[in-house]
């Protein structure tokens, strides 16, 4: 018997170092980011411990004799990736533990609040004698964690257990519903902590550069995203559903988890932590066909294959693939998760539709050229190959990648979208280190990887951290935390502190168990500042 690990998995690796056997694959040191979308366990050598379930963050890992019926594709799955991969000793040589450090002579500020800040945030306070401060302008943390995860994931938002401990932790300084730029400027920050770590991820979307794309029903699918999840910036956005398509340009998994909310049904929606508003425009929602657009073929598509094969689980809708044969045909050079998807996406085309459902309709080899009508959307105009065709539609939404924004007094690589670094070191346009400014997340990586992929970032950035840290580079006179609290409230800055995230999240989840849900989110500023005094 064995272990396995499913689609919920977020590649934290949390499970690999407490495997005795060293059976869960690919691992990686601070910085390594492997090419598959989530981890594997050996069937072969797993000694049936339990172990890396007990460790595991966000419940993906089962005992094979308990799968659920939509999961029982992955005991295959674990298995399929060893016989590409042969398991192989781990050579690499644990990460030892950073000696403890004098009170006061290590306080680092951390900018953000998403996966990225938090695995920072938990790294240095795991290191007695250090000193965090983390600044978010929400007046919730998490990121997209919170606003980001589908509704529907609940498994996956758990996650945010990992961080418990750290952020309660004495040495721990919590000041959400503050903007760095806006409220504290950079220098205010090095002004009283030794080094910056900016986790700020990226919060635009890309542009399709297209005709037409700012009519009124064109839309960044981020929107969506963010509507149904109840961010504030996005909470009153309004979306035309009374169509029965609406088109996604981008075939990721932003675009496959769209779909999903837009084709579930209400009942399925009411026992997830949607936002209340979303909830009540989708019970009402005449979409019945999402159409997802992919330049490239099938071969070179963007979503996990956890995600694929999840939406084929989806009660009442169909996913149909088209696209010629020859393309879903597995190739000698196919790497092990891009086979994977070949097959799947075969298999989604031998089933026959079921008269009534739903569908989502993957169109490869199609680029948008035009998005049409004349004060809102009626269409989108696309080429596949020589031909143009029309795709009739009120709603298209684009999902084609996020992009960072300059940040106040850094250096910023328009091309990528990133601040210029060196292993996660701060350089100038001379390629010289930037004395205590650091990155990690999107931000100094690009939009990619998934949840756990910003463990290693931000391992690799906090032991260049402390590598300068231990050379003296850091060493400084820098104002202590009652001068910050006092810079604030002068200047009439009102954190909520990690006390107050407390109780925003427990009257969430109070208002969640009075109708059978997670929670239930307060999505206006206002609303989370009054919970938070509670």
């Known amino acids: 018997m064995t272990y396995v690990i499913t689609q919920n998995c977020c590649k934290d690796a949390s499970c690999v170092p407490v495997c005795p056997v060293d059976c869960i694959r690919p691992a990686g040191g601070p910085g390594e980011f492997s090419g598959t979308e989530m981890l594997y366990i050996d069937p072969e050598a797993c000694i049936d411990c339990g172990a890396c379930m007990d460790e595991c963050p966000v419940d993906a890992i089962h005992y094979e004799e308990d799968l659920p019926p939509h999961l ?19 050579s690499t040589p644990p990460t030892k533990q950073h000696a403890p450090v004098a009170s006061g002579s290590l306080r680092v500020a951390v900018v953000g609040a998403g996966p990225a800040a938090c695995y920072a945030a938990a790294e240095l306070v795991a290191i007695d004698g250090v000193e965090v401060d983390l600044f978010e302008r929400l007046p919730t943390p998490f990121g997209l ?3 980001g995860v589908a509704p529907d994931h609940q498994h996956t938002k758990s996650v945010v257990n990992l961080f418990s401990s750290a952020l309660a932790d004495k040495r721990f300084g919590c000041h959400l519903n503050v903007e760095i730029g806006t409220h504290l400027s950079h220098q205010d920050l090095l002004d009283h902590h030794h080094a910056v770590i900016y986790a700020v991820g990226s919060s635009t979307s890309r542009d399709l550069g297209i005709p037409g794309e700012d009519l009124p029903g064109s839309h960044p699918a981020s929107d969506v995203v963010g509507w149904y999840n109840g961010h504030p910036d996005h909470a009153q956005h309004r979306f035309d559903l009374s169509d029965r398509r609406a088109v996604i340009v981008g075939n990721g998994n932003v675009a496959l988890d769209v779909a999903r909310m837009l084709l579930m049904a209400p009942e399925e929606l009411a026992g997830t932590d949607i936002a209340e508003h979303a909830l009540e425009v989708l019970s009402h929602s005449s979409i019945e066909e999402i159409v997802i657009l992919a330049r490239r073929g099938p071969r070179a598509a963007a979503f996990s294959v956890g995600e694929f094969l999840a939406l ?7 996913v149909i693939i088209d696209a010629p044969d020859a393309d879903l045909q597995p190739d000698p050079d196919d790497d092990f998760e891009t086979a994977t998807k070949l097959e799947i996406a075969r298999e989604y085309a031998q089933r026959e539709p079921t008269p009534g459902n739903k569908r989502v309709v993957f169109r490869f080899h199609c680029s948008p050229v035009a998005v049409e009508g004349s004060d809102r959307v009626t269409a989108l105009a696309v080429r596949r190959g020589e031909d143009t065709e029309v795709i009739e539609t009120s709603l298209v939404l684009r999902s084609i990648g996020y992009r960072a924004v300059p940040l106040p007094d850094l250096p910023f690589d328009h091309a990528t979208g990133t601040v210029p670094h060196d292993r996660g070191r701060v350089t100038d346009a001379a390629g010289q280190h930037l004395a205590g400014v650091y990155v990690t997340g999107w931000i100094k990586r690009g939009p990619q990887g998934v949840i756990g992929t910003n463990r290693s970032c931000a391992e690799e950035t906090v032991a260049q951290l402390l590598a300068d840290f231990d050379e003296g580079l850091l060493e400084r006179t820098v104002a202590g935390r009652e001068s910050l609290r006092a810079l604030m409230a002068g200047r009439g ?14 009257t969430e989840r109070d208002r969640g168990t009075a109708s059978s849900r997670p929670r ?15």
Not at 72 to 90: I, K, M, Q, T, V
Not at 312 to 318: E, K, R
Not at 493 to 506: K, L
């Open 312 to 318: 084929g689980h989806l009660p009442g809708v169909d």
């Open 145 to 147: 964690i919170r606003a």
């Open 72 to 90: 029982e594709r992955f005991r295959e799955l674990n298995a399929a990736y060893f016989e590409h991969h042969p398991l192989e000793s781990d």
């Open 493 to 506: 800055i009102t954190p909520v502190d990690w006390s107050g995230w407390r109780a925003i999240d427990t």
């Open 520 to 534: 239930v989110k307060f999505v206006a500023v206002e609303d989370l500042l009054s919970a938070a005094q509670r």
